[in-house]
């Protein structure tokens, strides 16, 4: 079993839908949770980390549910430019290393 | 302003030859970290480094070597060894801020073997 599993894609919605990311982990003891975007053939960058309280940026909506061990990342509103690769990315704390998800492909239509 | 370099941006390199990837940071963070990514996969620890002299392996760290001499430079070697080296390769470094740990990442390297 991968130790952070996404939603296979890729996700082809139209502009201004709502498109929800979930992705799980294997590793209880996982202490940080993090939503990275890549644009093609560019390295990944934080779009939001993810709090057991769950958090809101603008448009973005992520939640973390530590007892089933699942995060999930909300987009409102779609826009042509929200089209990416959405990486869900855990630190387990062991010297510092992320796990890297396969990613969510979305592609927002006009 | 701050931040990662890796060179070059795209390499190629001929079946048998080892080549050499840089990775330099002027953030003064202590960790760094190189992964792999192929196409439509997540990436993939290769080796990290939390101090200067000091580097762990990662999840596939066969067919490569690095080496940390400074804590500004984070140099990976792909041998001969490894046998499908081409992919793309980015470079990472992070360190603790109050509010939790803070990563940096380059712009990649992308190696073809031709």
């Known amino acids: 079993r991968k130790e952070v599993e996404q939603d296979p894609g890729p996700f082809n919605v139209p502009e201004g839908a709502t498109v929800a990311f979930n992705c799980t982990y294997s590793n209880s003891a996982s202490q940080s949770f993090f939503w990275y975007r890549q644009d093609c053939r560019k390295e990944p960058k934080l779009l939001m980390s993810?709090?057991?309280s769950g958090n809101e940026d603008g448009r973005f909506t992520a939640q973390l549910n530590r007892a089933s061990q699942y995060i999930s990342l909300l987009i409102r509103d779609s826009k042509l430019s929200d089209s990416a690769t959405y990486l869900c990315?855990?630190?387990?704390?062991?010297?510092?290393?992320?796990?890297f998800g396969q990613g969510t492909e979305l592609s927002v239509k006009p | 302003d701050g931040g990662i370099t890796q060179s070059p941006k795209y390499l190629f390199r001929k079946e048998g030859q080892n080549v050499t990837l840089s990775c330099e940071q002027n953030?003064?963070?202590?960790?760094m970290y190189w992964y792999r990514q192929d196409p439509g996969q997540g990436l993939r620890l290769i080796y990290y480094?939390?101090?200067?002299?000091?580097?762990q392996k990662g999840d596939i760290a066969e067919g490569y070597s690095v080496s940390r001499e400074k804590k500004e430079s984070f140099p990976l070697t792909v041998t001969s060894a490894q046998k499908n080296p081409t992919a793309f390769y980015l470079c990472?470094?992070?360190?603790?801020?109050?509010?939790?740990?803070?990563?940096?990442f380059g712009s990649g390297t992308r190696l073809t073997v031709v």
């Open positions: 480094s939390q101090i200067v002299n000091d580097f």
């Open positions: 990315v855990v630190n387990n704390n062991q010297g510092g290393k992320l796990i």
């Open positions: 953030l003064n963070h202590d960790a």
């Open positions: 990472a470094s992070s360190t603790v801020r109050e509010w939790g740990e803070v990563y940096t």
């Open positions: 993810v709090y057991s």
